[in-house]
Structures are given as structure tokens and as C-alpha cells.
């Protein structure tokens, strides 16, 4: 399995501008996972789903932040607008739910809001 | 939610072991204990997990005490390629929902 993929890589933009970030979640994982780390605050919980329903967004920092899993392979975390505090790096996770339970994370989105 | 609490940063020897103790004092009865490692540059990697007593695998050592309101990550003979921040998570595995959720973690320093 490839793992959880993320693109873009890194992402450049201006204030104002709308954002997507994009995760593909390992293959059969009933659990996906939005994150964003910044040095100021660490790694934070944005969102998870469970087989494509949000369960938690209590995570999400405001209305410009939302996120979507159409189905079980794809999810995207958008902003809009973007602002320069949303710089950050952002990582998705997906997991199995049993007993052993392991989140593994994707490489990350780098975002830069200018 | 159990708390977790770690120090900040540790710094170490080479061919050393090195004990990384994380608090969790309202850990509950269902929650497991994680750990997860994490490089400049990449998402946090799995390392190793358990619910009590001592856990072992080709990496590191988990050691619960009865009350389970601490655990320890032991390292053993760390290379400068154990340079990393090391995070304890602390949350139910099982059934029903859950929610984990990251602390600050504890930047080891591997010295030479």
C-alpha cells in the first residue's frame, strides 16, 4: 500500500484566496483524521470521520475551515478565505478501528498564506 | 479527554537508554496508551502501544505501572537517528468513537 497521500505538497498563496487540501486515506481504514501543527500550538485535532461521517469537528478553528469525504477514499479540508494565521503544516491520518488501533499519517501539506 | 503530560525536551548520549515518562493521572479504564515518534518534515510514526504492565517490540520498551496514571517509553541505545519528538497518547481503541488527541511531546536530542 502506497500509504496516506496528501497533495499538494506545499502550498503558496495570498490572503483572501480559498485553499484545498487533499487526502487519500489508506485502503479499507474506517477512520480519517485532520491535523494541523504549528509551532506555536503543536499538533491539534481539526476533524476525524467514520466511514465518510464527521464525528468530531470541534477542532475546527472557525466557519472558514470545512472539510468533506465524499466517500471512503477521498477527503479534502478547504479554506476560505485564507488568512496568514492558517500557516501551518497539515497532515491527514487514517486508522483501522480495532483493537490495535494505529493512526498512520500522511507527509503533510505545508501551507503558507502570505 | 485524559491529559497527558510530558517533558518538554530531553537531551542524551549516543549508545545510551533513554526513559521518556508521560503522566495521564485521569486515564480511564478503557483507554490504551500510545506512542508516536515523530522527524522534522514528516507525520508522527507509530511506535509502540499498550494498556498495562510492559510491552516490547524491536524498537523501544512500554513500561504501565498498576495505576496506569503514568507510562514510560524506554529507548533503548539511541542513535543519533532517535533525534526526535516523541508524543504519549492516551484514548480508548475499541468500539463506539473516539478521540485522541496530541500534547506538546518531547523533543529528544541524541548527542554524539
Known amino acids: 500500500d502506497a500509504g496516506v497521500i496528501q497533495s499538494p505538497r506545499h502550498e503558496v498563496t495570498e490572503m483572501g484566496q480559498e485553499v484545498t487540501l487533499r487526502c487519500k486515506p489508506i485502503s479499507g481504514h474506517d477512520y480519517l483524521f485532520w491535523y494541523r501543527q504549528t509551532m506555536m500550538r503543536g499538533l491539534e485535532l481539526l476533524i476525524y470521520f467514520n466511514n465518510n461521517v464527521p464525528i468530531d469537528d470541534s477542532g475546527m478553528p472557525e466557519d472558514r475551515f470545512s472539510a468533506k469525504m465524499p466517500n471512503a477514499s477521498f477527503s479534502t479540508l478547504k479554506i476560505q478565505p485564507s488568512e496568514p494565521r492558517d500557516s501551518a503544516v497539515y497532515f491527514c491520518?487514517?486508522?483501522?478501528?480495532?483493537?490495535?488501533?494505529?493512526?498512520?499519517f500522511g507527509p503533510g501539506t505545508r501551507l503558507l498564506v502570505l | 479527554l485524559a491529559k497527558t503530560t510530558q517533558p518538554i525536551s530531553m537531551d542524551s548520549y549516543e549508545g545510551q537508554e533513554v526513559n521518556i515518562t508521560c503522566s495521564h493521572n485521569?486515564?480511564?479504564?478503557?483507554?490504551?496508551i500510545t506512542w508516536y515518534q515523530q522527524f522534522p518534515s514528516q507525520g508522527p510514526r507509530f511506535i509502540i502501544q499498550g494498556y498495562k504492565t510492559k510491552v516490547t517490540n524491536e524498537v523501544a520498551s512500554l513500561f504501565i505501572p498498576a495505576d496506569r496514571k503514568s507510562s514510560t517509553l524506554s529507548l533503548p541505545r539511541v542513535s543519533l537517528s532517535d533525534t526526535a519528538v516523541y508524543y504519549c497518547l492516551v484514548g480508548v481503541l475499541s468500539g463506539g468513537y473516539q478521540k485522541v488527541t496530541f500534547g506538546t511531546g518531547t523533543k529528544l536530542q541524541v548527542i554524539p
Open positions: 485521569n486515564i480511564a479504564t478503557n483507554d490504551y
Open positions: 491520518a487514517s486508522s483501522l478501528l480495532r483493537t490495535e488501533e494505529t493512526q498512520y
